[in-house]
């Protein structure tokens, strides 16, 4: 980035001398997301597939797009009572106006949640509303041009849908549901971005967001393997696509692509061999993650249908999901009513301990924090703490597991047992209250870092208060795109942090049956004591 640090946080909290409404959005390069390509649009089905730039005067429109909003408004509606409540009953007290992770980080009124939602209810008002038809404009309401279509692009994709807003309204209103269904509004004229389409289309071509063909994600995993062997002496035997495995093992692509993710999925692998686990990986439904859920609630449907649909086909009897974020907000919050309950599947049971979760009674799917909690509860698992004593951590409440399923105190309890130097943020950036990374929701694009940035200043400052007091040398959270969104911004804000997954962590402290002297994390890094340690 060009901008210093110091240079980024002077930002401008002055009042605008404008009215909002007549305050067009800045669609300069480097403020918005490049746009989904025409093939891609062609490939999924979606509509007004194009070559086009935000920054073109022209959006090439269908020629009846108003009228296109207009019946997609209605039906979205007459469909979600939800969107209609929170249409209507928002007063704009301002509770949420200091909440949102984008407002702090850039002073823009329209980020504001309230106001970021008055987008679409000036539209609400204008079309369906007495008052807003007799007193147009004093009455909060405007007609639909162009320029509010651009306002819509510009902001709906400056909002992670993180839902921290939701936690301070009196009304318990979840703007982030608003955002869903005007970036679904959008979607209808071909108005989207690459960063999610792409994932989505290739997660219905291969099964997962990267396009990874099941070969090569079976090599990938293989040559996961081999690191393990060569770091702790232990052979590790994963099965693919095998029928008759008691459980279905899914996480997100990223954790089998990208660093820090692959040293989190070397902890799965460590740790399901130790227990002797009877699991399978499928090289079909090869994601945990859900990209459909920033597209539309039917494509959200759709890519959580595939690793259910998988899970029959192999006939296991229950799913395990890894370190993810969205998947968990679907799973927890949608799944329910798009997919109904999963009947063909038995309520999961910890084969190690014999805990029944009941909580996933219906979804047939538990989280690998919860599993791994319930077997150190047991006293299932030999660790050594110490072997992370050159960390001093702290803990990332990842927005969709924390506020979306409530997976608060099941990985503090993990992260405890395995590290002895632990740090908690200050209480209100954490837990319910925790701030997003400021990537989320499909915005982990380069082309807009400096908003990245800025959106993720809160979540950074927080560390920064924990890295100064304690020495905190170490963020880790259990989402991929955190894995992926957090090291650039601890690089900018607090240089000197790094990012970790939760089971890098327990694979780091797992002290393995048959193991030889492990003399390096999974790192290939020297661990405290070991021959060859720096501090020696």
Known sequence: MDIKPEEMIKIDNAVPKKSWMDTPPDLSEGKFCYPAKAKTLDYLGLPNGRDWSPADEDWQLPENWQQIIHEGFKERLDKYRSLKVFMDICVRCGACADKCHFYIGSGDPKNMPFLRAELLRSIYRNDFTTVGKLLGKFGGARKMTPQVIKEWFSYLYQCTECRRCSVFCPYG??????????????????VNINWIKDPVANCSKTGNHLGIQPQNFKEIIEFFCEDIEEITGVKINPSFNRKGAEILFVTPSGDAFADPGTYTFMGYLMLFEHIGLDYTLSTYASEGGNFGLFT??????????????EAER???KYILGGECGHMWRVINQYMGTMNGPANFLETPVNPITGTVFENAAS??????????????????????????????????????????????????YVLKSVCNNFHEMPANTIREQTFCCGS???????????QRLRGGLPRANAVKYVHDKYDVNTLACMCAIDRAALPPLMDYWVPG????????LVANALVMDGEIERTTNLRF???PGAEGDSDE
């Not at 791994?372 to 960390?391: E, F, G, Q, Y």
């Not at 989320?440 to 400096?450: C, D, F, K, P, R």
């Open 363 to 412: 979804t047939k799917m538990i989280h690998i924090a919860e599993f791994t909690a319930d077997l150190i509860k047991h006293n299932k698992l030999k660790l050594d703490p110490s072997r992370n004593d050159h960390l001093k951590v702290t803990w990332h409440d990842s927005c969709n597991p924390a506020r979306a399923m409530g997976m608060l105190d099941e990985p503090r």
């Open 497 to 504: 942090v790094e990012v970790t997954g939760l089971h890098e």
């Open 525 to 527: 890094e020297d661990l």
């Open 173 to 190: 209103i979840d703007t982030a549901e608003i955002t869903m269904m005007g970036r679904e509004l959008l979607n209808l004229l071909g």
């Open 296 to 309: 539309s609630a039917d494509q959200m449907k759709k890519l959580n249908a595939k690793m259910y649909h």
């Open 440 to 450: 989320g929701a499909g915005l982990n694009t380069e082309e807009i870092m400096e």
């Open 314 to 316: 192999l006939g296991v």
